[in-house]
T-cell receptor, first 112, second 114 residues
């Protein structure tokens, strides 16, 4: 049981480039979310999804797009990367009921 | 969701109990108290949660005051691997709005020393 898997672990982009951060979970969880964490700060919610075909914005959605075509996958897209998007990105999932969320190991992104 | 207040940092000797306080004086009746931790460079990890009764699991104990305005996470025998940032989060349950939007604050940096 892999849990929540994020790829890649590390990525360096140039300003203006696009990329997709992948997130997959094998626990059949309905809820998935993306957070970013900047140095010395807590996690901030970017986007979340309560099920396949349903997404919504979190606290800091600008510059990011998401889609949820399957229960298992929740990719995060950066259409035109900016240095301000340099951060560590975490994906999380949870099932119905209590707020016990399972987090991936993170993707460390640098935008030059 | 109710706001939480935690100390910025605390130290604990290995093998001793670590008591982490959290103030949530504006908590409402249907809000649960959750604790997560984040070991350096890893994703957050769920520890424990409770509504009004004290709770215990294999990782920790959670003590919630009778008026529910504060709580304490207890790591009974701290080890070096417990060095992490600990987050106290208050969340309502049972509504569509409660679908997992955890509000992380700055947390408490706990350093366990030999």
């Amino acid at each position: 049981n892999a849990g929540v898997t994020q790829t890649p672990k590390f990525q360096v982009l140039k300003t203006g480039q696009s990329m997709t951060l992948q997130c997959a979970q094998d626990m059949n969880h309905e809820y998935m979310s993306w957070y970013r964490q900047d140095p010395g700060m807590g996690l901030r919610l970017i986007h979340y999804s309560v099920g396949a075909g349903i997404t919504d914005q979190g606290e800091v959605p600008n510059g990011y797009n998401v889609s949820r075509s399957t229960t298992e996958d929740f990719p995060l897209r950066l259409l035109s990367a900016a240095p301000s998007q340099t951060s560590v990105y975490f994906c999380a999932s949870k099932g119905q009921g209590k707020n016990i969320q399972y987090f991936g190991a993170g993707t460390r992104l640098s935008v030059l | 969701d109710a706001k939480t207040t935690q100390p910025t940092s605390m130290d604990c000797a290995e093998g001793r109990a670590a008591n982490l306080p959290c103030n949530h004086s504006t908590i409402s009746g249907n809000e649960y108290v959750y604790w997560y931790r984040q070991i350096h460079s890893q994703g957050p990890q769920y520890i424990i949660h409770g509504l009004k009764n004290n709770e215990t699991n294999e990782m920790a104990s959670l003590i919630i005051t009778e008026d529910r305005k504060s709580s304490t996470l207890i790591l009974p025998h701290a080890t070096l691997r417990d060095t992490a940032v600990y987050y106290c989060i208050v969340r309502v349950e049972g509504t569509t709005d409660s679908w997992g939007k955890l509000q992380f604050g700055a947390g408490t940096q706990v350093v366990v020393t030999p």
